[in-house]
């Protein structure tokens, strides 16, 4: 049966002396994983919300824990349910715990659901499940405390989403103890701890796996280059490939165009009143050269990252996204803001 326990006494005769906005900074410190809980309200409908209280609080007998805001428009429906179901999010699931954390919206519009015990409603995509008999209730301040008994779970390998610091971020693995980066002999030169080396080795022997397919083209590097910028956008104004093969490919760029435009696989898009500028654009036999190479890209990548592990590669990209960002600011200009101007 559930159990609500009573407001301790010292609790109620506390002010909160601190600032607010500092205390949740500070809690915020504390990285978690990020979980949607559901349960099923009393007139059939499926309930949920984003929850990063959730905690684990014993093995034998399997109990869970999280906290529910007293102004939670779901609070009634959890107060009652004799089930709710925990659901850790993977990774590639932010969108859904956005989703979740709005007020009263209609949260499951058109999510494949699953049901559970006693009809729980089931989200499918996530790290681990838990559903649970929802065991004993306390008041804690501004929060209910709900302490669930674990009746069945499930977990996949999807790498779990993170919250840390108000933002959503990465969970990466950390090398073994004892794994340090290695230095050259030369004191101070380049070693596996400076960025340039690790940037350019992992540049070029990745490039090296994907130069058979481009030799199986008859292409270089160089064109491979500018046929891979073109794919960008429909249309890419002169200035844009400039900036898409600045510090790549500086002076070849007029010469390695023309051969593609000689081979047939690029051509200047003819020219209309609003854009009067020089724009290059792919041939239907360029397009499908570049589309048998991205295939190709495709899977060198996929094959390395499934080395990697499936948790790095979005921290990875997401960290070199930024790093781009810093370095290279003109290449956003590359991307977005598509230009449809078809003859
Ligand atoms: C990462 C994250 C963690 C959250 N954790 C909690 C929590 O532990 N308890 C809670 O009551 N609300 C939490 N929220 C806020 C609720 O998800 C949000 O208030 C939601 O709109 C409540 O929905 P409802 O009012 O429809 O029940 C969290 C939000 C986010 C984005």
Same mark, same amino acid.
């Given at each position: 049966m559930l159990r609500v326990g009573a407001p301790h006494a010292a609790f109620a005769a506390m002010s909160t002396a601190f600032d607010s906005a500092a205390f949740r900074k500070a809690l915020g410190s504390f990285a978690t994983g990020v979980t949607i809980i559901t349960c099923r309200g009393a007139d059939g409908k499926p309930l949920g919300l984003t929850v990063n209280s959730f905690n684990s609080v014993s093995l034998n007998p399997p109990l869970v824990l999280w906290s529910l805001a007293h102004n939670s428009l779901s609070l009634a429906a959890f107060r009652a349910a004799r089930y709710f179901a925990v659901h850790v999010l993977a990774a590639d699931q932010e969108e859904l715990s956005v989703r979740f954390a709005r007020r009263g919206a209609d949260k499951f519009a058109g999510l494949a659901l699953e049901t559970g015990i006693g009809e729980l409603p089931l989200l499918t995509g996530c790290s681990a499940r838990f559903q649970c008999r929802s065991a004993y209730q306390y008041e804690g301040g501004d929060h209910i405390i709900f302490l669930g008994e674990v009746l069945s779970f499930d977990r996949s390998d999807a790498p779990p989403l993170v919250f840390h610091g108000g933002r959503y971020a990465h969970a990466t693995r950390r090398d073994p103890p004892g794994v340090r980066p290695r230095r050259s002999w030369l004191a101070g030169s380049f070693g596996e701890d400076f960025l340039g080396y690790l940037l350019g080795r992992s540049h070029f022997r990745f490039f090296a796996q994907i130069r058979e397919f481009l030799r199986a083209e008859q292409l270089g590097d160089e064109e491979f280059y500018v046929l891979s910028t073109l794919t960008l956008k429909p249309l890419t104004s002169e200035e844009e490939l400039k900036i898409g093969l600045a510090g790549v490919l500086d002076g070849e760029a007029t010469r390695t165009l023309a051969r593609l435009t000689e081979r047939g696989y690029v051509r200047v898009a003819p020219v209309t009143a609003e854009d009067p500028g020089i724009f290059y654009e792919l041939t239907d036999a360029g397009r499908a050269c570049a589309l048998r190479l991205i295939s190709a890209a495709k899977a060198v990548e996929e094959n390395v990252l499934e080395q990697l592990g499936a948790g790095e590669a979005p921290a990875l990209k997401s960290l070199l996204n930024r790093l781009l960002a810093v370095i290279?600011? =003109?290449? @956003? =200009?590359?991307? @977005?803001n598509e230009r449809e101007r078809r003859p």
């Open positions: 290279d600011p =003109a290449s @956003g =200009a590359l991307w @977005g």
